[in-house]
């Protein structure tokens, strides 16, 4: 395939040559391979870029920005409501133009950008669409097919719960064989999981290290579970850090590090000389990094922690795919060269499926991808299931599976933009709590972080997997309790009630937290992805005992003392509102 990009640039013709081309690739592709093979993009150059012994030189092939997608395979909307659709959708996004086959969420949509665009399509069409609808359907092409069987619906009224939308209403079922938008089949899953044959320590590769480790690599070191990791790792060694960040430049790595641990009262004098900040992207071949930085990292680098997600249940598993299961490979490559690297793996207790009743979940690597659904949890089982394949290998690799992150036990310093705290904040704004059957595995953030750092420092423990679950599990319904107990009591709704309150919140314009996670609820319940109603797995932590006996690690309880210090520090951050006589410590 050749193409010569700078007159394209300047040629019309050439340009819907080359985007009927790709259409034809795409049309190709996806009928020829399973779903999770389609390439997402098609870039045409005039000549692969070339290494001196004739293998492709990664490090050269151009980088597409998002904002470049739309025009990689442009096909324009064709009919009025097309073209309408396709300008809210670019208002929304920021893009110059939306084509008919470009997806919402590979152009840079995300939950509250579909809301948006939700909300904006519903006030200039009429029609009753929801941001779940889009996540369902997420092109112009298929969104317009949709509004169309809504338009010949003889439905409810508008506003009622069937109106809002599931992936079972007029417009039809949700496309593909999984049945699920957001998620892949097993077997497709299954064959997303097998790890590249270059991923293997080569010969003359130097032998691991031993610790006390010099040297450690970070990723996700400005999240908040990568904060707390940070300063346990630093803590517990005197080993210089490498944060890897997306950044421009060294110093604003390292200034996107601080700000982050400051924000939590983690940062503390002279940890600036204990780390340095890496510009780099998982999303990208070699991390993002020029080559001279990466082969330092190579050659300096002697241990990895890989906590760097994108931790979002609202995105499918494609939009997903490049950070959490492409950025795992680029870890693992990074690992096998020069030296071998131990590397340890921050999954989630997601990645065990969901069964109804009692079933124990031993410390063992991932293999049943049945169950396993939504974009998030699929993405980790994928990277839990390529360390177990890289360990067997000879690469040294520990897999962390913790439940759902929660504040710091000590502190309660609290993420605001997780998905449980979210749901919390929503209950509260809108005054009534769901009927959910599921239990909570409530994992403190420094619990895990001084754990995880524990393991990974003490050099042992390589091809374990460690459950990390909470002090113990919390019923959801115990958990509302708690929040009445501690002033902030609610109305408890059937949960088609409750679903039909918040939409109608949301028309409104009423301020929601959960406004944005829309997608992850149905009319009837709501998706799997957000736990499996009647389920009651017990996970078994027989790894996790014996390799911190004796440390002083201890997790607490989610009884109402620790969720009395997060709903102290929610309401001092005015997260959520203020509580009659009281005064938040």
């Not at 609290?414 to 705290?421: G, I, K, P, R, S």
């Amino acid at each position: 395939m050749s193409e010569t990009a700078t007159p394209a640039a300047n040629d019309p013709l050439a340009q819907a040559t080359w985007a009927g081309l790709r259409a034809e690739l795409r049309e190709f592709a996806a009928a020829h391979l399973s779903e999770a093979m389609v390439p997402s993009r098609f870039v045409v150059l005039p000549e692969l870029p070339k290494l001196p012994n004739g293998k492709i030189d990664r490090g050269r092939l151009p980088a597409v920005a998002a904002v470049d997608t739309a025009s990689a395979a442009y096909l324009p909307p064709r009919t009025p409501r097309e073209t309408r659709v396709a300008a809210i959708l670019a208002e929304v996004l920021g893009v110059g133009r939306v084509g008919l086959k470009d997806d919402f969420f590979e152009l840079g949509g995300d939950s509250l950008a579909a809301a948006q665009a939700a909300a904006r399509l519903r006030a200039e069409t009429g029609v009753q669409i929801s941001a779940r609808m889009l996540f369902d359907d997420p092109t112009v092409e298929r969104l317009v097919r949709r509004m169309g069987g809504l338009d010949d619906a003889d439905g409810p009224a508008a506003g009622s719960r069937e109106a809002a939308g599931s992936a079972e209403s007029a417009g039809g079922p949700a496309p593909g064989p999984s049945r699920h938008p957001r998620s892949l089949t097993a077997a497709d899953l299954a064959a997303e999981a097998a790890l590249p044959a270059d991923i293997a320590p080569a010969d003359g590769c130097a032998p691991p290290a031993t610790a006390p480790y010099r040297t450690v690599l970070l990723t996700g070191g400005t999240g908040y579970t990568g904060a707390f990791l940070m300063r346990e790792l630093l803590d517990r060694s005197t080993a210089h850090l490498y944060v890897l960040v997306r950044a421009d430049t060294p110093g604003q790595a390292a200034g996107r590090v601080r700000a982050t641990m400051e924000r939590y009262g983690l940062w503390r004098d002279g940890d600036a000389q204990r780390f340095t900040g890496v510009p780099g992207d998982l999303a990208r071949p070699y991390l993002g990094l020029d080559r001279a930085a990466y082969l330092r990292l190579a050659h300096e680098v002697e241990m990895i922690v890989h906590n760097g997600a994108w931790s979002s249940y609202a995105l499918p598993y494609r939009g997903l795919k490049p950070v959490n299961v492409l950025g795992t490979l680029e870890v693992l490559r990074l690992a096998v060269r020069h030296r071998v690297k131990p590397v340890h793996y921050i999954s989630s207790l997601a990645v065990y499926p969901g069964h109804p009743g009692d079933h124990v979940w031993a410390e063992d690597a991932a293999t049943d991808p049945e169950g396993v659904v939504g974009g998030y949890r699929q993405t980790k089982w994928v990277g839990d299931r390529l360390m177990a394949q890289a360990h067997e290998r000879g690469l040294p690799t520990c897999v962390h599976r913790p439940g759902q992150i929660t504040g710091a036990q000590t502190t309660g310093a609290c993420a605001t933009d997780t998905f449980l705290n979210a749901t919390l904040k929503g209950c509260v704004q809108l005054g009534a709590a769901l009927e959910f059957d599921v239990v909570l595995e409530m994992t403190p953030v420094d619990f895990c972080a001084a754990a995880v750092s524990h393991i990974a420092l003490s050099g042992e423990w390589h091809g374990a997997a460690f459950n990390l679950p909470g002090g113990r599990p919390l019923p959801w319904d115990r958990l509302v309790d708690l929040l009445a107990e501690h002033g902030y009591p609610l109305r408890r709704l059937a949960y088609g009630d409750w679903y039909a309150e918040l939409t109608e919140a949301v028309r409104r314009g009423d301020e929601n937290e959960l406004e944005r996670f829309l997608p992850l609820f149905g009319p009837d319940q709501p998706a799997p992805d957000l736990g499996y109603r009647g389920s009651r797995p017990v996970f078994d932590t027989a790894n996790l005992r014996s390799a911190l006996a004796d440390s002083g690690i201890h997790c607490m309880a989610p009884d109402a003392e620790l969720i009395g210090r997060y709903l102290d520090y929610f309401e001092a951050i005015r997260y959520l509102p203020t509580r009659p006589e009281r005064t938040a410590r």
